[in-house]
């Protein structure tokens, strides 16, 4: 019935057009394919179009018509990546107050996304520009609300511009002034992940480029404050680019602490993530050679005590980094590890060697499980004393098995 209604609304409107008027809004309405609306938009003429724009615009009938997502049809635009379509809207809405455009631009659908969040989310750079460029000089306050608000998730246009790789939408949005932008690039999801987590995630090494060039050196103390923020998991970006094996991501954070704050770089380092992982955790257990040597060599000769400590971190379920490269045959991450002990740390090395899991399983009984021949050899290349070698092949897991059983 609605529909009839709405067709007969449009026929008194616009007369024989009605066909193709309810043509294009119910494929914009019902979000067909791009094509669709191409085709349906391209069989207009200038005219007519603006005349169907602004009945559109100024009945609502988007929202009337779809009240469970309470889409306008500039949302939907914005959605499908429908450039002219916006822009006769922002077009339109200009010749009225300038207070009406911008609240028509800050209304939210059922989630509460604005067409600019539809815009980023879906990587639709031009439209991105034209709804920013709605907004004068002397509007910069506005257009900063506009750009900073959140949806229902706490996500900002810039969290979504992160989930596609565009660096244009990233460069139409960090346009604002830097004190405004390092607050909005800071904010938090619901979930308390930070945009700065979702960009390792998605490999957007340019992105993190620009979130961190952000910060000039003035505000470095800032900048690691942001760095070392952690998500709900207590999981920092640090951890998603390590177990991601994204090693210029690692260089680049790694790099935001200056020399003389190596205790608070030491301090990230040892931050536990999920089950207790650390950075080296995920990265041993990726097989990420390349960052695994980033991270031991971070610490100085005199700060080799930190070293072993943190190399011998145990996560939730008792694991060493160690045990979680043993297992998957990681030869060259395994006598990293091992080299960390020098000679005078003998001791210490027999007792990471021998650090049994929560199966109270060794190295030697996962290599041995799992057909690592190499490893195996390495492991027991650490012992000089017989009798210790001997303790160390006699050892039981929960299950009474020895690593020669599960060879």
Same mark, same amino acid.
């Given at each position: ?287 990420? @050679?390349?960052? #695994?040597? $980033? %991270? +031991? !060599? ?6 080799? &005590?930190? =070293?072993? /400590?943190? *190399? ?18 990681? @030869?060259?991450? #395994?006598? $990293? %590890? +091992? !080299? ?6 003998? &001791?210490? =090395?027999? /007792?990471? *060697? ?18 690592? @021949?190499?490893? #195996?050899? $390495? %492991? +027991? ?27």
């Amino acid at each position: 019935m609605k529909l009839v209604l709405f067709a007969i609304f449009i026929f008194g409107a616009f007369g024989s057009n009605e066909e193709k008027y309810t043509d294009l809004h119910l494929a914009l309405q019902n979000e067909e394919e791009e094509e669709e609306v191409n085709s349906l938009w391209n069989h207009f003429d200038k005219n007519e179009k603006e005349k169907l724009i602004e009945y559109l615009m100024k009945e609502d009938v988007m929202k009337k018509d779809n009240k469970e997502k309470n889409k306008t049809i500039l949302h939907h635009a914005s959605q499908r990546g429908h450039e002219e379509i916006v822009k006769l809207l922002l077009n339109e809405y200009g010749k009225e107050k300038k207070e009406k455009l911008f609240e028509y631009l800050m209304k939210e659908d059922k989630f509460k996304n604005t067409a600019l969040l539809h815009a980023t989310k879906k990587g639709h750079v031009g439209i991105v520009k034209l709804l920013l460029n709605a907004f004068s000089e002397n509007e910069r306050d506005k257009l900063i609300e506009y750009v900073m608000k959140e949806n229902q998730y706490k996500c900002t246009s810039l969290h979504f511009a992160l989930y596609k790789e565009d660096k244009g939408i990233v460069d139409a949005l960090s346009e604002e002034e830097k004190d405004t932008f390092n607050e909005y690039v800071m904010k938090e999801h619901q979930d308390k992940e930070k945009i700065l987590h979702d960009a390792p995630q998605k490999e957007h090494e340019t992105i993190v480029k620009l979130l961190l060039n952000i910060f000039s050196e003035k505000e470095n103390e800032k900048l690691i404050e942001f760095v070392m923020k952690e998500n709900q998991n207590k999981v920092t970006s640090l951890h998603f680019a390590s177990q991601n094996g994204q090693e210029n991501i690692v260089k680049l954070l790694l790099n935001t602490f200056r020399e003389d704050k190596n205790k608070k770089l030491i301090e990230y380092l040892m931050k536990e993530g999920q089950d207790k992982n650390t950075v080296l955790h995920y990265s041993s257990h990726e097989g990420h @050679e390349g960052i #695994v040597k $980033l %991270l +031991l !060599n971070i610490f100085s000769k005199e700060e080799e &005590d930190k =070293l072993i /400590e943190y *190399v011998m971190k145990e996560n939730q379920y008792k694991c060493t980094s160690l045990h979680l490269a043993s297992h998957k045959g990681y @030869e060259g991450i #395994v006598k $990293l %590890l +091992l !080299n960390t002990f020098s000679e005078e740390k003998k &001791d210490k =090395l027999i /007792e990471y *060697v021998m650090k049994e899991d929560v199966d109270k399983e060794t190295a030697l009984h996962l290599a041995s499980q799992y057909g690592q @021949e190499a490893i #195996v050899k $390495l %492991l +027991l290349k650490t012992f000089i004393e017989e009798e210790k070698s001997i303790e160390y092949l006699m050892k039981e897991n929960t299950y009474k098995y020895t690593a020669l059983h599960l060879a």
